[in-house]
């Protein structure tokens, strides 16, 4: 509930004056977006996700709920995967032409700050760097856990792939396998130093 109602008061400072109907549904778009962005960090599933903003939608007032609805029902999965793939709220939102293609890009300090998250956007910076770290993380431990119980490095690898589908989001299943499958050997020697996953991830693997 907490969630909906900071999510209500932002829609209500953003869009109180007199948007046109293409500029709500442009902002409504990013603002989706945002809120998706910052529940991922917070490792919500993409059920959790979904539901979340679908039950904010019922909360906007009613000439807004249609056009949040739009953007949930029918873009949310697409919204979601474009997230992790670290594409930028307005590309997402150009491509599922919801905002103009000669929309201006805002700039930093423009860009609404939605649910806590301050959206970053410079040169070399990954948004979604932790979100990529706990999947890391996650594969690591998972090894680290059938290492000392003394399985070889076949098997290790098999069981932390399956074990990777405990993630509902689809790339998160992709990252933890792709680590585990192009790095069970450096996870296994690292691990069996006595390093910690914490370690493997950030300065092994580069992930964290």
Not at 52 to 74: G, I, M, S, Y
Not at 149 to 157: I, P, R
Request: net charge neutral; aromatic share 6%.
């Amino acid at each position: 509930m907490r969630f909906l109602l900071v999510l209500l008061v932002a829609f209500l400072a953003l869009f109180t004056g007199s948007a046109t109907a293409g500029h709500v549904k442009c902002e409504m778009c990013e603002y989706v977006i945002h809120s998706a962005t910052d529940l991922i960090k917070q490792n919500f599933t993409t059920t959790e996700i979904v539901s979340n903003l679908e039950h904010a939608c019922k909360f906007l007032p009613h000439k807004w709920t249609p056009t949040c609805q739009t953007v949930v029902d029918v873009y949310g999965l697409t919204i979601i995967s474009q997230i992790i793939n670290h594409e930028t709220p307005d590309t997402i939102c150009k491509q599922i032409k919801m905002c103009p293609k000669n929309k201006l890009i805002r700039t930093e300090e423009e860009k609404p700050a939605m649910l806590g998250f301050h959206w970053k956007h410079h040169h070399g910076h990954n948004p979604l760097k932790k979100f990529e770290c706990r999947a890391c993380d996650y594969a690591v431990k998972s090894a680290e856990k059938h290492i000392l119980s003394g399985q070889n490095t076949a098997d290790v690898e098999r069981y932390v792939d399956q074990e990777c589908n405990n993630f509902e989001i689809h790339e998160a299943i992709h990252i933890c396998k792709k680590v585990i499958h192009e790095s069970v050997n450096k996870i296994v020697t690292e691990i069996k130093k006595h390093e910690t996953p914490g370690n493997v991830c950030k300065h092994t693997l580069h992930m964290c």
